[in-house]
């Protein structure tokens, strides 16, 4: 299950739902039902921003000042690099620091189109780790390199978010990664 939530995160930072997906969301109540479920007033919150019925111009519009441009700056840039290099290049050593742990983990299905540290790259490696059980990799992965910006990045994701859809999404993947800390955290 947690694979299929990293999928619908890598979907919704891809694309913003169109129509059609609001509709199927709306009419297969996937944010409350989702299959994740925990008591945390966190992801409570997160799925009823979720379940807001905003449309699809509001949430397009959104997703392209967070994560395409806007007229000041994107304001929430998917990429590690951006955020652990000083002078915020997109493309720098830590794009090829990740590709070589990829690479060592014969990850190999990586966009090659985006650094290899951008946020899509880095959630479809976590979820080939979560496939193949490799919690001590994870681990190291998540503590040594994905944490050191992903907190960073979600937390300009909700402040920059316009959309009820958008600020909902932030919350629902911090949410995700507290969890799957929590559960990585006594694992030596």
């Not at 979820?127 to 937390?155: G, R, S």
């Not at 994701?157 to 911090?174: H, I, P, Q, T």
């Amino acid at each position: 299950m947690e694979s299929l939530a990293i999928d619908v995160f890598i979907n919704f930072l891809q694309n913003p739902p169109d129509k059609n997906l609001l509709e199927k969301l709306k009419e297969n109540k996937l944010w409350e039902n989702w299959f994740l479920k925990n008591d945390n007033p966190l992801q409570i919150e997160a799925l009823k921003l979720l379940s807001c019925n905003e449309n699809e111009e509001t949430i397009g519009s959104d997703f392209v000042s967070l994560f395409l441009s806007d007229i000041n700056f994107v304001k929430a840039p998917p990429f590690a690099s951006f955020y652990l290099d000083k002078d915020k290049e997109i493309y720098s050593c830590n794009s090829d620091r990740v590709k070589n742990i990829f690479i060592i983990n014969n990850f190999l299905y990586f966009l090659e189109n985006e650094p290899a540290d951008s946020l899509v790259n880095e959630l479809l490696f976590i979820k080939e780790l979560l496939k193949h059980n490799d919690k001590k990799t994870l681990k190291i992965f998540l503590e040594k390199d994905f944490f050191t910006w992903f907190n960073l990045w979600n937390d300009d994701l909700e402040k920059g978010a316009k959309s009820d859809f958008y600020k909902g999404f932030a919350m629902l993947m911090k949410d995700f990664f507290e969890e799957l800390k929590r559960k990585l955290i006594n694992l030596t």
